[in-house]
């Protein structure tokens, strides 16, 4: 064998072990980026969840015919008691971890407008159709929209996001 020839065949060995390295490494890299993007998609889904959610637990306690004292208490045990174990407090804390900050600070007016609905339900009566309700109302669901928004840009791909 020539000297020229085992030149040729480690060279060729460098290449191949490289190229196998470096495919390796692209390829571990998209499957940690699928992996974080499906948690930060099921803990989006879940937060955004868990908002309506406890809107709608609200609102029932809250436009229900019952004392005073039995809607404060009703109106605080929706918010604070979700049956499916992922009250928007937990979620907002779980989001704080997973999401890049712009997503959380996002975040932050919709669960913050929520509890502004929280107290005005349980401070007193009211119908569902008051103008004291819609102005709460309408900036939480705003919100929403917003922090919808900004959790789908976030999930999309790098190449196809618009800033």
Do not use: C
């Not at 020539?2 to 065949?9: C, S």
């Not at 929280?118 to 919100?143: H, K, M, N």
């Amino acid at each position: 064998m020539e000297l020229g020839t085992l030149a040729v065949a480690a060279i060729g060995a460098v290449f191949g072990v490289g190229t196998t390295l470096v495919t390796d490494l692209v390829r571990s890299r998209r499957e940690q980026d699928r992996y974080w993007n499906e948690t930060k998609r099921v803990v989006y889904t879940r937060f955004l969840a868990s908002l309506a959610q406890t809107h709608s637990r609200m609102i029932v306690a809250a436009f229900r015919e019952q004392p005073d004292d039995v809607r404060r208490h009703g109106v605080h045990d929706a918010f604070h008691n979700d049956p499916q174990h992922s009250d928007a407090k937990a979620l907002l804390r779980e989001l704080a971890i997973v999401s890049p900050d712009h997503v959380y600070q996002a975040a932050l007016p919709a669960y913050r407008q929520l509890r502004m609905i929280r107290e005005l339900l349980a401070a007193r009566s009211l119908r569902p159709e008051s103008a004291e309700y819609e102005e709460v109302r309408q900036p939480f669901f705003q919100g929403m929209d917003t922090l919808q928004k900004v959790m789908r840009d976030d999930l999309q791909p790098k190449t196809s996001r618009r800033f």
